[in-house]
């Protein structure tokens, strides 16, 4: 049974700092590539980061490179995203998904195929 739940999300001020980890089970993330993605109210669901399991290739967003870092545990059953020096405009719910191997940089919602529930994080004055 495949599955993927994130946690850590909350409500933080500009400037600081939260770790989201999605936790995996009903796979190997070796064989797949984890991505996060953000969806903000009525906006369209984004690529954040994403990880690949079989070389741990990495891949940012724009928006957010230099501020996120995306890596797993040494048991490679949990993704971490690191959100450093938070914006308002990182304000959303955060998913992870997994896709089978390919381009990091590809994050097509239509190519992960399974989802978390995702969980909220606020950045606000």
């Known amino acids: 049974q495949v599955q993927l739940v994130e946690s850590g999300g909350g409500s933080v001020q500009p400037g600081e700092s939260l770790r989201l980890s999605c936790t995996v089970s009903?796979?190997?993330?070796?064989?797949?590539?984890i991505g996060w993605f953000r969806q903000a109210s009525y906006n369209a669901r984004e690529g954040v980061a994403s990880?690949?399991?079989?070389?741990?290739?990495?891949f940012y967003a724009d928006s957010v490179k230099g501020r996120f870092t995306i890596s797993r545990n040494g048991d490679k059953n949990t993704v971490y995203l690191q959100m450093n020096n938070l914006k308002p405009e990182d304000t959303a719910v955060y998913f992870c998904?997994?896709?089978?191997?390919?381009?990091?940089?590809?994050?097509?919602?239509?190519?992960?195929?399974?989802w978390g529930e995702g969980t909220q994080v606020t950045v606000s004055s």
């Open positions: 990880i690949r399991g079989n070389d741990d290739k990495t």
């Open positions: 998904a997994r896709r089978l191997h390919g381009s990091t940089d590809d994050m097509r919602v239509e190519q992960y195929m399974y």
């Open positions: 009903g796979f190997t993330l070796n064989y797949y590539t």
